[in-house]
């Protein structure tokens, strides 16, 4: 399903079973463009919805968004990601 972890099931901040689907892009175009290309992460409750989760914990949110264009680059060379998702999260 995603190209940025191989369980799902565990979550990828903190390795606790039992998770949530996380499109790393999220609002309407973007969770589109998250699920084409396996932008998606498990996050726990906490790490997802949580007072500290990715919708709220901004450094969170823009790790896992840097991640996620890395692996972008490494699988999609020929597809350009600031031509895909309207922004550049490395620099």
């Not at 500290?52 to 350009?80: I, S, T, W």
């Amino acid at each position: 399903m995603g190209i940025i972890q191989e369980d799902m099931n565990y979550c990828f901040v903190c390795g606790k079973y039992g998770t949530e689907i996380h499109h790393v892009f999220y609002g309407t175009a973007n969770r589109r463009l998250s699920d084409k290309y396996g932008l998606v992460v498990g996050l726990c409750y906490d790490h997802h919805r949580g007072n500290q989760g990715v919708h709220f914990n901004r450094e969170l949110d823009l790790k896992l968004k840097r991640h996620a264009q890395e692996r972008f680059m490494e699988v999609y060379p020929q597809d350009d990601f600031l031509a895909v998702f309207g922004r550049n999260y490395l620099f």
